[in-house]
């Protein structure tokens, strides 16, 4: 997969960016606030079409003296060439695909695919239970495009499930439907997560071993807090109906303090990841070298999985990981760059230096929403 060509008009302090990367490494430099991680945001948001920066609304996105973004791609994959647009205003985002309008983002969603990799990663491990089912379901979203609308859809129901425990007087047969639909898609997530879990464990745990001298093992596991007694994941992939029935069970025992609460208590919006170094809770005893470690695995081993067992590679959107990562684990991080047979990356820095690598690459300065292209 690779983004040919890009364009922005307006998009943040991006007023007019036309740049043609390189098939392999893109360093993007310049000072603090100049527009670096705007260029990867463009990058991401012609992909996932929200931003990965929290609470921003469409006017943010938009420059403050622009009515309107325009953020344009040329991408390529396999043989197939394919031009995404999307037009951000006040009012919403218009998405085009090949000229024409998408009305039904499950017809989008898959065309570009991006792994990012930032500062605020760290939180993966060290921040709320969100954070880690982001992550999940990020990585879940780049191996099947259509999580990207089960998920919408799931999150459609609980709203309006939410909605109807909070009025006064219940509609029992409104809840039933609601209830039918619940578990119709948090099943779906469910089990995309499950199996997700289970092919990602071997790769990140070969993965931290590979960037973490000692021999420690690195795992991680689907956490259902809504449930009494054990979970067994390998039963809940293979056993059909299990998790239907799981939810349907639960939603039962939850009834009455749902009514009292006014909102559901059970479902994967509620589910978490628990890392563990030799059977130890991260959270709770890792030191900040293994955290880092342990979260850099967590990304390569993302990337890994899908090359694996998807065979494509996504494109890459490195942000100022050298300001995150010790020295050692910047090595590990560019080996493994270095290593990979294709996939295209960006890479963000202030210092030109940090970067270990030479060849295979075009340099891109950017200095006040613009950016030239240097050639050393
Ligand atoms: N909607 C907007 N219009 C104009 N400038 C914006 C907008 N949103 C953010 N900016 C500016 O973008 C700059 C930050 O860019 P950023 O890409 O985060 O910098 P860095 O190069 O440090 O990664 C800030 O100066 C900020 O004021
Ligand atoms: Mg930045």
Redesign the pocket.
């Known amino acids: 997969m690779l983004l040919e060509a890009l364009r922005l008009r307006d998009f ?2 991006l007023r007019g960016i036309d740049i043609e990367p390189h098939s392999r490494f893109n360093l993007l430099t ?1 000072a ?8 990867l945001e463009g990058i991401y948001l012609l992909s996932a079409v929200k931003s990965f920066r929290q609470k921003t609304t469409n006017r ?5 003296e622009g009515e309107q973004a325009i953020l344009e791609a040329r991408i390529r994959r396999g043989g197939h060439v394919r031009k995404v647009r999307i037009e951000i205003s006040e009012g919403g985002k218009k998405v085009y695909l090949n000229g024409e309008s998408v009305r039904n983002l499950s017809d989008f969603f898959g065309t570009l695919n991006v792994v990012i990799f930032g500062p605020e990663d760290i939180g993966i491990l060290k921040g709320s239970p969100s954070r880690r089912r982001h992550f999940i379901d990020r990585a879940i979203f780049n191996a099947h495009p259509a999580y990207g609308t089960e998920s919408m859809h799931y999150d459609d129901v609980l709203k309006n499930r939410n909605a109807l425990l909070k009025t006064p007087r219940l509609d029992e047969s409104l809840l039933a439907v609601y209830d039918d639909q619940f578990i119709e898609w948090g099943t779906k997530i469910l089990r995309r997560r499950l199996d997700f879990i289970e092919h990602f464990r071997p790769v990140l745990r070969r993965t931290f071993r590979s960037i973490f001298s000692a021999d420690l093992e690195a795992n991680i596991a689907y956490d259902i807090s809504w449930i009494d007694g054990r979970f067994d994941e390998a039963q809940a992939l293979e056993e059909e109906g299990y998790l239907e029935a799981l939810l349907e069970h639960s939603l039962r025992a939850s009834a009455g303090g749902e009514r009292e609460r006014g909102y559901t208590l059970v479902g994967p919006h509620r589910d978490d990841l628990k890392a563990t170094l030799d059977g130890r809770d991260m959270r709770a005893f890792a030191s900040q070298g293994q955290t880092r470690a342990f979260v850099l695995a967590m990304k390569i081993a993302e990337v890994t999985h899908l090359e694996e067992r998807y065979h494509f590679a996504p494109i890459l959107l490195l942000d100022d990981v050298s300001s995150e990562l010790d020295r050692e684990r910047t090595k590990k991080l560019f080996a493994f760059l270095k290593g990979r047979a294709e996939g295209q990356v960006f890479i ?1 820095t202030t210092h030109r230096d940090h970067i270990p690598l030479d060849d295979e690459l075009k340099w891109f300065e ?1 200095h006040g ?1 613009a950016v030239s292209t240097t050639d050393h």
């Open positions: 943040r302090n310049g603090n606030g100049q527009g670096k991680t705007n260029l943010n996105l938009i420059n403050f963000t950017i929403g």
